[in-house]
């Protein structure tokens, strides 16, 4: 590795005046000494006194190695903005960068405007150091709680998909993004740098990799730090960008390095601004980007018990670990605080001196107080159409078939068109598949790239975007809602576990952000899973998976709903509703085969308003007290469901059947449990508390008995569902090895239905046979037997 | 983009004579008909009869796209393997690849040796044809079924992390591994560039990336067939590579380049391993590699109803649809087919002509035939040192501390001592701080980017690899075991998530590679989740979610196993089991925090044999009928629940409280659902049918009720656990945030046992007033109160 000191980048930005240096070293070493004051002082904030052990936090939690850059790249960029006007928000990616972010919030004033216990004088910066890592105080990451920042930097990886999914539609909007070394190893972030080829500078904002190398992980080298220079320099142009290094120790040289260096890239951004927007020049662009090399740990101790500290991964976390016991730790502490010169920094209150905040930007252009950084403040309700306007006639329930994804496609396309800088829509290269290409009536696919004479519907500014990541999928839109704005990511329901912990870390997000006043609430996380378990008839066993359910409803009850709309038409009337929510995660499942049309519009609002109901057409119940329940949810398991209750209805025709179709599969818990959950005694009254339910779901049983283990009649509940069998095959031939088909649902009843068992007998040894001949027709022929293929409900009377 | 055409590569390999030129063409010729027989024909294999509709598949679900491209890499491969005597293995990237590994397998006689029904000649060409994509047939990815494969191709991104995983410790293999464009978008595929930076010359085989750029996905352009070409040559520069280009669509012409290429790639990695080996040469070395620039669909129909099909998107999947019903369509199949010319690539009992298969290896030469791609073949048994000769000395149960990962660091340190070329241990870079440190007295982190005189413990063959992505930690090791050899991936539990999508393909591997006979059964995936969610103290909400599990057992039962150790001795136990296992994926969840040592070496070999049993010391139901049964799993819960029933001991000393340790979670599951499970009678003997059961479990306490919903006594099973309540907090702040502490498990049996609750009534208010008492004391001091901090069990008599 070349020395780092050998390489300052030769660049044309206006350099600092004496004065401007002094300004930005004292910002940053004001939120340097801030930042130390968090990981360690319980008391004695501005060490008015000489440090004593009891000034000291018992458990030494923080992480010191990241902050020191985070603190000079914020220093630097609030310069360029009080400077240039630049509209400018931040995204911290290193882990543990919290100590900066909040240090830095707190020297802005945002932070007391926002926790005002937490003021800007002596008290507040006592109460400020006191709460962080400390027991119900803040996190060490950058988090809901955190002013300025819509990324959550505990999980690595996102800091970039983050910070594009912000610019995207904010047409003014310069976001740095900080990439820590360590989160680059991530596969999410190394597939992100590909964003530049998505990023349209006539609609977009910009995006400003700062790509700190510190050097270290945990305990040893990143990758990054330690490939040749040259090497590192060729992945980033290959990726689309210009890289200006800016690296070394000595903080003047570095402040002037930086301050030119950042000034020629927002210049360069300008550029590209002006040239795209005013001249019409299209791509590609080379978009600039800063590579910060500086020391793990910079201006903190660099040697600690005869071991190098400052410059290696001993700064990681806490660089004098024993201050309390250890006497000569403790005087080193104070050394290391006191080197920050305190008393220059903060008044005799407590409060930074004019001259410290001089570069300080006003109101909401400082980056910690960016309304994009709490999206509900910018948040606009979506014009929506009518979904009632693109509802499936419905003579009679079930007696024909629509695609359903393809029914909401349309809505889809209208919203688009009226809500052209607002909305949209991720996918990794399945929306056609998934049959929602009604929207390429309206617009394009997101393409920056080159193209081809055969190419179609791309388009710079496309509101659909495509790429094969579902991580940059789930980033982009995160990044797009939580500045305010709205989406939607369809995916396919096996592969969205790919960003099972992405999902994690926004629905955390969200339990949070509930709690925090200040922040708005913003557009719901909308999740359409289309080409689901039940239909991977090419993609076989691999593509077969429904367990994102289970996987979501793990989190809090608050923030997670789940649909299973069973039609077109439920289908909208759910799109609908999520399209109009806020603050929740919404999965929706719902297939993109023709499947049946079962409810007229009215009756579907209603059913999706109630979550679930009985079907009377389908059921033979009367009104009465049923002899057994046979329930569903989702459109396959309705289906077999359906075709069950018509046998039944055929072959015993004095058994009272009622069919119960769950939409809404959080109806399901108790009330106690879940906002949406049914009382014991409409529980009850649906599914008895006597009878045999028999359940046809459509993912895996066991959740449904997870959802309702408490409910009186458990013990009577007998739930088919995706059991891991599957394969290349046929629709029916899936159902049939899962149990899950209309034959083996038929065999449920009878097996549990008291009394059954001896009187339909011979129905049962039927249903075999019937399941034999399909499995028999599907081997043979290759496809499912046409009285399958074909079957609707019967029209009655 | 520039003319494909215009840039083939100047470079030196040998060139092929007019005789090898034949040879290569009429393999890749033979492969490609017979991939895309594969995708129509149910019959007239040979098409000795005119193409009629009733020879067509009455559902058209293959993929052609990819598949001509990846039969010429193969039979270069292939060829360079019979010139050279290279070992090589592949690996198919590409979705939908399988028609041609299957193809090619079958040309190579390999495919014939193992399904013997599917034979080299006229009938089992037949059957190779109708078998693909049909009910009960093979998958359209690379599979398990497939012969030469350890990758599954259905979901993408690994096709590089496998490679390399079959490389390390291989000394004299080359994996070649194909790329897909689509896959190369993803964030795992994108991150696993940066392997050269961990690939040892001299210990390791080489892995020959071929990016194959076909430039479309299912809909549209991939980001890397668009770039500028000199972006795409600096972003593989830029991850250490040297890229050869070929491109072009004429066949001579291309194989020619192709051939040439490959010579000149595999002479170069035969002159790294001369300089490193020999030479004594360190790198960084440039491994070659290759971009392949063909058409998609190439060889295929040009233009289908007026709109070009090769060498755009439209090839994608089955590019003439219409066959069965539309005359024209199946006049352009049938030219389409004959263009190959069966007749000069098979005999007239079908066998491939002696020509056409001169090229192929022979025996486990066979690319399609390589033993390491079914690594169980040349699995050899581990040198386990004797896992009680760690054990830690528990004079008492529960009366002092050890931390359980720190002492099986010790175990895994001889592991890797006595296994020095088959075991390795991957993690994010927390070996360290997950304590297992132990080991790197025996070895290093594998590294070979650059160093620093301050570094410590890198090394080029270290035996513990770090890298900050879990995608690359998991693929590696998948590579790793399905090629024969041994491992364990440690990792924070919450961040495990981050490869729920992996582990669910690895799963489904397993299950289907259990029904295969010729594979022979490889080592167990197994997971270490060691810095877990009761134990985030200063990383916080982010950090905490114990649902991997919950992902787990939703694969089958037959492939999972979940442990639990309490303490140091039982995770030594189960590590050992763990390590012998086969076939499975095992998931070890275990603190690194000082616990209580609960249990002799004997003992807790006896309790980890039976997955979960009665603590006879803390227990006070003297072996007859308890009044309450406290159940616990994990070390934390564990703690809590030893000290509620000293609390209970000490309180209500006449009330008979049976504990219960579960190590083993699927004990709880009915012996119907799970080979481990527990059968009722013995179930209920420990639980009993008729008293509470408060369980302490770590955690999501649903999982506990999925589990056990169908036992007799589930109606008074009471589970607390994880309840997605976290902070950054000490660690008896985070079980009262989810009321599983020793005080509320008081609290719970205090209120289930019948007329407890007014005799107890005073304690039950002293629970109530411990916690509040521990609450403001930890709010105060940032520390738990010292009688919480250091409980120990009581010493006995």
Redo the contacts between chains.
């Keep these: 590795?070349p020395d780092p000191s050998t390489r300052s980048t030769e660049i044309a930005g206006t350099p600092l005046d004496p004065g401007e240096l002094r300004q930005v070293d004292l910002y940053w070493r004001a939120a340097n000494y801030l930042s130390a004051g968090q990981i360690y002082l319980?008391d004695n904030p501005l060490l008015r006194e000489p440090l004593a052990p009891e000034h000291i936090?018992?458990?030494l939690?923080?992480?010191w190695g990241t902050t020191p850059g985070l603190n000079f790249v914020y220093a630097h960029l609030s310069r360029q903005v009080r400077r240039r006007g630049t509209e400018m928000m931040w995204i911290v990616g290193p882990g543990h960068g919290g100590p900066a972010a909040v240090a830095t919030a707190w020297l802005d004033g945002t932070y007391s405007e926002i926790y005002p216990r937490v003021s800007r004088d002596a008290e507040g910066m006592r109460r400020l150091f006191r709460q962080f890592?400390?027991?119900?105080?803040?996190?060490?990451?950058a988090?809901p709680e955190t002013p300025g920042s819509i990324h959550?930097?505990?999980?690595?990886?996102y800091a970039l998909s983050h910070a594009y999914g912000a610019a995207f539609d904010n047409p003014s909007l310069v976001v740095a993004a900080v990439v820590g070394d360590?989160?680059a190893?991530?596969?999410?972030?190394?597939?992100?740098?590909?964003s530049t080829?998505f990023l349209d500078p006539v609609r977009d904002g910009a995006v400003l990799p700062i790509l700190h190398l510190n050097g270290y992980?945990?305990?040893?080298?990143?990758?990054l730090a330690?490939?040749?220079e040259s090497?590192?320099?060729?992945?980033?142009?290959?990726?689309?960008h210009r890289p200006y290094l800016v690296s070394g120790d000595d903080p003047e040289t570095m402040h002037r390095q930086m301050a030119a260096t950042l000034d020629t890239a927002l210049d360069e951004i300008d550029a590209i601004r002006t040239r795209a927007r005013e001249e019409g020049v299209t791509g590609?662009f080379r978009w600039p980007m800063i590579v910060l090399r500086s020391p793990k740990g910079w201006t903190g101790p660099a040697e600690v018990d005869g071991e190098?500290v400052a410059?290696?991964w001993r700064s990681h976390q806490v660089p004098l670990p024993g201050v309390r016991e250890n006497a000569d730790h403790l005087r080193q502490l104070e050394e290391w605080l006191r080197g920050y010169r305190p008393e220059e920094l903060f008044d005799d209150d407590g409060r930074p001196r004019p001259e410290v905040v001089a570069q300080v930007p006003r109101g909401d252009r400082r980056i910690s107080a960016s309304p994009h950084a709490n999206g509900g403040r910018l948040l606009t309700d979506l014009a929506l159409p009518d979904f009632r306007d693109y509802a499936v006639d419905v003579p009679a329930p079930g007696a024909d078939t629509a695609e359903p994804t393809r029914v909401l496609g349309g809505f889809l396309r209208d919203v688009i068109t009226a809500n052209p800088r607002t909305f949209r829509v991720m996918g990794p290269?399945?929306?056609?598949?998934n049959r929602l290409d009604a929207m390429f009536d309206a617009t394009g696919?997101t393409?920056e790239?080159?193209?081809?004479p055969?190419?179609r519907?791309?388009a710079p500014d496309g509101r659909v975007m495509?790429?094969?990541?579902?991580?940059?999928c789930q980033g982009w839109l995160e990044g797009y809602l939580l500045t305010g704005r709205h989406g939607l990511l369809n995916s396919y329901e096996?592969?969205v576990?790919?960003v099972?912990?992405m999902f994690?870390?926004h629905a955390?997000w969200l339990?949070?952000a509930r709690t925090l006043p200040w922040r708005k609430p913003v557009a719901s996380l909308n999740y359409l899973l289309s080409s689901h378990v039940w239909r991977q008839?090419?993609?076989?066993?691999?593509?077969q998976?429904p367990?994102f359910l289970?996987?979501v409803?793990?989190?809090?009850a608050e923030v997670v709903r789940v649909y299973l709309p069973p039609d077109a038409n439920t289908l909208l009337s759910m799109a609908d509703h999520c399209l109009r929510s806020r603050d929740y995660v919404n999965v929706i499942v719902s297939g993109k085969q023709p499947s049946l049309n079962l409810l007229p519009m009215d009756a579907a609002i209603e059913h999706c308003a109630r979550g679930l109901g009985v079907l009377d057409w389908a059921s033979s119940d009367e009104g009465g007290h049923p002899d057994v329940v046979l329930a569903c949810a989702g459109d396959v398991p309705t289906l077999e469901a359906l075709a069950a209750a018509d046998l039944l209805r055929r072959h015993l025709p004095d058994l009272r059947v009622r069919l119960v179709n769950v939409v809404d599969l959080m109806r399901l818990q108790p009330d106690s449990e879940h906002p949406h959950g049914l009382s014991d005694r409409d529980y009850d009254a649906l599914f008895t508390v006597d009878r045999p339910v028999v359940f046809a779901f459509h993912g895996?049983p066991?959740l449904i008995?997870?959802l309702a283990?408490r409910r009186a009649g458990?013990a009577n509940l007998h739930v088919r569902g995706y059991k891991?069998e599957g394969?290349?095959?046929?629709p029916f031939?899936m159902v049939m090895m899962n149990d899950l088909d209309r034959f083996h649902l038929v065999m449920d009843v009878i097996d549990r239905v008291p009394g059954l068992a001896d009187r339909a007998a011979d129905l049962r040894r039927h249903m075999e046979e019937e399941r034999r001949r399909c499995r028999a027709h599907?081997?043979e022929?290759?496809?499912d037997a046409p009285d399958i293929r074909d079957w609707t409900w019967p029209h009655r009377g």
């Design positions: 590795m319980l936090k018992p458990r939690l923080g992480h890592s400390f027991p119900g105080g803040v996190p060490s990451h988090a959550e930097g505990g999980e690595l990886g360590g989160e190893e991530t596969g999410p972030l190394a597939g992100s740098w590909s080829r992980k945990i305990a040893g080298p990143t990758v330690r490939i040749p090497d590192l320099v060729a992945l980033l142009e290959g990726h689309g590609p190098p410059g290696t290269d399945e929306t056609a598949s696919r393409w790239a080159a193209t081809l055969t190419d519907g791309l495509e790429v094969l990541s579902e991580h940059l096996a592969f576990h790919i099972d912990s994690n870390q955390k339990k949070v008839d090419h993609n076989g066993f691999s593509h998976d367990g289970d996987h409803v793990n989190k809090k895996y066991a008995h997870r283990y458990h891991e394969t290349t095959t046929t031939d599907t081997r022929h290759g496809e």
